[in-house]
C-alpha cells in the first residue's frame, strides 16, 4: 500500500509564499509532529526515523535545483545541528 509520490516542482530561489521561513519550517514541523501522533502505535521510531530520511532525501534531490544544492541542503541542517551539540557541551563544561 505505497502512496504514490506526488508530482513535486523544481524550487525556484525566487519563489514567494505567504508564509516567512521561520513560519513555513513551524508549519510544517507541526505538520510532522501531528503525523507522529498518529503513526507512533504502529511504526517503531527507528523506522518513523528511516522512513522520514528517505523521504527527505528524496524529497531534497527531487525538487533541488541540482544535486549539489540538495547534497549541500542535507548536509548543511546535519552540520548545523552538530554545532548546536558542540556548544550545549561546551556550556555544560564551562558550568562545572
Not at 527527505?56 to 554545532?83: C, E, G, K, Q, W
Request: no cysteine; net charge negative; glycine share 2%.
Amino acid at each position: 500500500m505505497t502512496k504514490s509520490k506526488p508530482k513535486l516542482k523544481v524550487v525556484k530561489l525566487d519563489d514567494k509564499r505567504p508564509l516567512g521561513d521561520e513560519e513555513q519550517i513551524e508549519l510544517v514541523t507541526e505538520k510532522m509532529f501531528d503525523s507522529f501522533d498518529d503513526i507512533q502505535d504502529k511504526a517503531t521510531i527507528p523506522n518513523t526515523i528511516i522512513a522520514l530520511q528517505l523521504l527527505v532525501t528524496d524529497l531534497a534531490f527531487d525538487t533541488a535545483p541540482s544535486n549539489t544544492v540538495a547534497s549541500s541542503m542535507l548536509l548543511n541542517i546535519i552540520n548545523h545541528r552538530l554545532i548546536q551539540e558542540v556548544n550545549k557541551e561546551t556550556e555544560e563544561e564551562d558550568d562545572e
